[in-house]
Nanobody, 126 residues
Framework: QVQLVESGGGLVQAGDSLRLSCTAS????????VAWFRQGPGTEREFVAA????????YYTDSVRGRFTISRDNAKATVTLQMNSLKPEDTAVYYC???????????????????WGQGTQVTVSS
C-alpha cells in the first residue's frame, strides 16, 4: 500500500527554522510530483510548495517564497521542506502529497493529488 509519512514538526519561536521530511513507500517515487500543503486552525488547506518529478522546477506560494525550500531525494523516496525565518502565520498542520500524472496547471491544487500523508504540526510562537 502507498504511504506518505511526515516528520519534523514542532514548537518553535518566530525566526527559528524547521525541516520537515516526508518519506514515501509503495510507489515509484521518482515518477511523482510532490508537494506540501498546510491547514491552520479554522482555515482551508492551502498550497505551500511543490516540485515536478524531474526535480528541475519548484513552485511556492507567495507567503513562503524566499523562506522555504522544497527538495527531493529519489534514492531515499523523501521530500523535504526546509523552513527558515518562521512566522506565527506559518502555524499549521503540514501535509505532504504526491501524484504521478498531474499537469502543470494543477500543481497547486490539492484535489489533483492522489496520495497524502497524515500531517505534522508546526507551531510558531511570537
Amino acid at each position: 500500500q502507498v504511504q506518505l509519512v511526515e516528520s519534523g514538526g514542532g514548537l518553535v519561536q518566530a525566526g527559528d527554522s524547521l525541516r520537515l521530511s516526508c518519506t514515501a513507500s509503495g510507489l515509484t517515487f521518482r515518477r511523482y510530483s510532490v508537494a506540501w500543503f498546510r491547514q491552520g486552525p479554522g482555515t482551508e488547506r492551502e498550497f505551500v510548495a511543490a516540485m515536478r518529478s524531474s526535480g528541475g522546477h519548484t513552485y511556492y506560494t507567495d507567503s513562503v517564497r524566499g523562506r522555504f525550500t522544497i527538495s527531493r531525494d529519489n534514492a531515499k523516496a523523501t521530500v523535504t521542506l526546509q523552513m527558515n525565518s518562521l512566522k506565527p502565520e506559518d502555524t499549521a498542520v503540514y501535509y505532504c502529497a504526491a501524484d504521478s500524472g498531474l499537469i502543470l496547471s494543477s500543481i497547486r491544487s490539492a484535489v489533483a493529488y492522489d496520495y497524502w500523508g497524515q500531517g505534522t504540526q508546526v507551531t510558531v510562537s511570537s
